[in-house]
């Protein structure tokens, strides 16, 4: 954050105020653990806050401080308008455009608010008075913890905001191993530990509670997976009928598209889930190296994301979507063998 946003920060926020903070759809650990923690940080210091999710988040999350104070969109909708209806400042953690928030997206755009925006995503849209906005960060609870010291406010960090912060620096770097984890991530996280963040039961409560189901869907998903050699790519295919029978619940997909990458000598991984309620197959890229699947995402599955990491749609049939991805390779053939 520079001096002026800092500031600003502090002006804005200089008297009591009623703050809604918003993840984006389908929240992961760092938009769940950037929200909580931000908003026990908020009301520490003390403002009226309510996290406020466009839809329900995973299991392996529910353990968080504070989870269970979550209202979403889908489930406490004329709470949820109400709130944002008559905020003084909305808060949007981890996206940086309204498309990401699905249906809530309408609220968001007739809210008399100020907008605060924190993320780490490229491209971020101009609807904020404050745009905290720095892809080189690991995570956005990464960007949470630097909000807060920049305010001068670390002593503030308390053990549920440090266990927060940790899940989504810990979710979003993959247990610490992608590019965006830098020397400052670590000291971050090592400051984390001595105020009480508790690693090794965060890692448990996220990463070892699988149900057999689960791992059973998982088995189907690696069945599934196809290799492209030529194109040093592999991705897997989940149906509606398939996510049915292993009995899918929110989350359960979560990290299967990361398995390709783990074959020797790929470097494009994707991963196509059906969601016949919403009429779309969901889509995960991810890449090792220089291919920009935000690029990818954005010019050809209406998504976007990282460098490494994003995301997208298609309403087409699976044979189709998946002919209309192959046809696009050829064009990468450099990028992704060179
Ligand atoms: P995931 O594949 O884990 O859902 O998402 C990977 C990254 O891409 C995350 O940072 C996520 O926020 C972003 N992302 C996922 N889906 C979309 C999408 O439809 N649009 C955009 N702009 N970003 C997405
Ligand atoms: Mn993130």
């Known amino acids: 954050m520079n001096f002026e946003q800092v500031a600003a920060l502090k002006n804005l926020l200089s008297s009591p105020k009623r703050i ?19 908003s026990k940080y908020l009301s520490k210091k003390g403002h009226n806050t309510q996290v406020l999710a466009p839809n329900d988040f995973p299991k392996f ?20 308008k ?33 907008f605060v925006m924190v993320d780490h995503h490229q491209q971020p849209s101009g609807y904020a008075v404050i745009t905290y906005s720095d892809i080189n960060m690991s995570s956005t609870c990464e960007m949470v913890y630097t909000l807060i010291d ?20 810990m979710t979003d770097t993959g247990s610490f191993k992608f590019r ?12 984390l530990m001595d105020k009480g963040a508790d690693n090794t ?20 998903a690696l069945k599934n997976m196809v290799i492209l050699e030529e194109f040093n790519t592999a991705y897997i295919t989940l149906t509606q009928e398939e996510l049915d029978r292993y009995d899918y619940e929110k989350g359960d997909t979560e990290g299967f598209v990361n398995y390709g990458l783990t074959l020797d000598k790929i470097r494009f991984a994707v991963i196509f889930i059906e969601n016949k309620e919403e009429g779309i197959f969901k889509i995960s890229f991810r ?22 990491a994003a995301g997208g749609k ?7 979507t998946i002919d209309y991805f192959v046809s696009l390779l050829p064009k990468y053939k450099k990028a992704l063998t060179a």
């Open 201 to 220: 039961a965060i890692h448990q409560r996220v990463y070892d509670t699988n149900s057999p189901s689960r791992l059973h869907l998982l088995g189907c």
């Open 20 to 38: 809604a903070i918003i993840p984006h759809k389908n929240p992961d650990g760092d938009a769940i653990g950037s929200t909580l923690a931000l």
């Open 314 to 320: 298609s309403e087409k049939s699976l044979e189709e």
């Open 287 to 308: 890449s090792v190296g220089d291919f920009s699947v935000n690029e990818f995402a954005r010019n050809y599955f209406d998504g976007g994301g990282h460098t490494n």
């Open 61 to 80: 999350l529910k353990w968080m401080p504070g989870a269970d104070q979550i209202l979403n969109y889908e489930r406490h909708n004329a709470e949820t």
């Open 150 to 169: 920049a305010m001068g406010d670390r002593d503030l960090i308390d053990q549920d905001i440090a266990n927060c912060i940790y899940t989504g620096i």
């Open 180 to 191: 965006a984890t830098t020397s400052q991530t670590h000291r971050i996280v090592a400051e």
């Open 82 to 114: 109400k709130f944002i209806a008559e905020a003084d400042v909305i808060f949007t953690l981890d996206f940086n455009d309204f498309g990401r928030v699905g249906h809530m997206a309408e609220c968001l755009e007739n809210a008399k608010a100020k």
